[in-house]
């Protein structure tokens, strides 16, 4: 099975970096992906690894390494709508194209 | 592009009814549509996964007879609770992906509904 642990909440300074980190345990592993949620709001992709190394798309960055089963999403410039729920997911192996999520890291934006 | 639409956003039913909720692709196909369920402040859990043309994959503990799935075209899936009770009171979510960005984990959701069962 698949099992992906986050700290539960994570509280930074609206300008700051923070970083929420993500360990997994997979039975094969297709890449790491995250998601943001708002409270009461659908999830909304962010991004996506495969290989390891880092991936950056605007404020949002995101770290894999694949022989530690660890990765990280880092927020820069935080703004007060970040605050949100992160969510990391891996897609599971044998054949299913479906998608198992982490256990989410509550975000909260502070002035 | 790649838009998933879900209907009802919100409903409120008497226990022992049923409810249909309904998740659509409005501009891509999806052979294959997921369904989750999501308590508050806790992770997304995937309840099954809907095959256009074929049985559902229901996940382990997900009662097969309580929640129905029904992916009878390329843009359409819906999930009937039958027999609704307090306990099934949650928020359901839908998502799909289109073919090439389901391989990078990229799943686009619906809004969402939230059942609440009196």
């Known amino acids: 099975g698949q099992s992906l642990e986050q700290p539960s909440e994570v509280t930074a300074v609206e300008g700051a970096i923070v970083q929420i980190n993500c360990t997994y345990q997979?039975?094969?592993?297709?890449?790491l992906s995250w998601y943001q949620q708002h409270d009461g709001g659908a999830p909304t992709f962010l991004s996506y690894n495969a290989l390891d190394g880092l991936e950056e798309t605007g404020r949002f960055s995101s770290f894999l390494s694949r022989s530690d089963s660890y990765g990280y999403l880092l927020l820069q410039e935080l703004q007060m709508k970040d605050s949100a729920s992160y969510f990391c997911a891996v897609r599971a192996s044998g054949g299913y194209q479906k998608v198992t999520f982490g256990t989410g890291t509550k975000l909260q934006v502070i002035p | 592009g790649a838009v998933v639409s879900q209907h009802p956003s919100w409903v409120i039913c008497k226990s022992g009814t049923s409810v249909k909720i309904e998740c659509r692709s409005l501009d891509f196909q999806a052979t294959t549509m997921f369904w989750y369920r999501q308590f508050p402040k806790q992770s997304l859990m995937l309840m099954a996964t809907?095959?256009?043309?074929?049985?559902?994959?229901?996940e382990q503990g997900v009662e097969k007879d309580k929640f129905l799935i029904n992916h009878a075209s390329l843009t359409l899936s819906t999930l009937t609770v039958t027999s609704a009770h307090p306990e099934d009171s949650s928020f359901y979510i839908c998502?799909?992906?289109?073919?090439?960005?389901?391989?990078?984990?990229?799943?686009?959701f619906g809004a969402g509904t939230r059942l609440s069962v009196l």
């Open positions: 998502s799909a992906s289109p073919t090439g960005r389901l391989a990078k984990n990229i799943q686009y």
């Open positions: 997979t039975s094969g592993f297709y890449g």
């Open positions: 809907s095959n256009e043309g074929s049985k559902a994959t229901y």
